[in-house]
């Protein structure tokens, strides 16, 4: 898991769900002028990736290339669905060729267990994870029965994660990579798999 950083709900957000009455209450999904704002604050929390797979999230398309991810599903947690706590973002249903997503959220779907699971808060989320040279994920301290009960539920080991997590450290050991690929220093813009690289690198994803 790759995780979200702190995140303040932007003034929109709070704005609208002061509009609570007894009359009305603020419920998902949200008004478009809402959702722009709450994506781009997660956005930014998440540096663009995926906050299960670390990939970067392809925005074009919502709905289809990525999803907003409600972490306690909103079929049970109906009172967090707008709970800015609650939401990530994830991939999408489809891959940018339209394949259907076999991981992250959709993978997950409405799974939960409060008391066998882990937030996905950076870093504390990520240093529950090692990432071995074959591009497996694996448990980083056993015994962590929710660390390996989250690579399961949202598949991390699934074949293209485990390809494209080896290559990437294959070619940062061959040094035709390293972590200036990752991270765009200027405007802290990161590439897929940025906290991959630097959990192998031992640094800190910016
Ligand atoms: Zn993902």
């Keep these: 898991m790759r995780g979200s950083h702190a995140k303040t709900a932007p003034k929109a957000l709070t704005d609208w769900l002061a509009l609570e009455s007894p009359n009305w209450q603020p419920s998902y999904p ?15 929390a998440q540096r663009g990736l995926c906050v299960y797979c670390g990939r970067r999230l392809n925005v074009e398309n919502p709905g289809r290339f990525y999803h907003i991810e409600h972490f306690r599903p909103r079929s049970t947690y109906r009172h967090l669905a707008v709970d800015l706590h609650n939401i990530v973002l994830s991939c999408g249903p489809e891959d940018d060729e339209r394949i259907p997503t076999e991981t992250c ?30 591009g497996e994920i694996t448990v980083a301290l056993e015994p962590d029965e929710a660390a390996r009960t989250m690579i ?51 640094s800190a994803l910016p």
């Design 152 to 202: 399961c539920v949202l598949n991390l080991n699934h074949r293209e994660l485990k390809k494209d997590r080896k290559d990437i450290l294959d070619r940062i050991d061959g040094e035709s990579l390293d972590l200036s690929d990752f991270i765009d220093s200027d405007d802290g813009t990161v590439q897929s798999y940025a906290h991959v690289v630097c959990q192998h690198l031992g």
């Design 30 to 44: 949200f008004p478009n002028d809402i959702r722009q704002p709450v994506v781009t604050v997660l956005l930014t």
């Design 105 to 134: 959220g959709n993978a997950k779907e409405d799974w939960f267990d409060e008391g066998n699971h882990i937030e996905p808060v950076y870093p504390d989320c990520t240093n529950r994870f090692r990432f071995l040279l074959t």
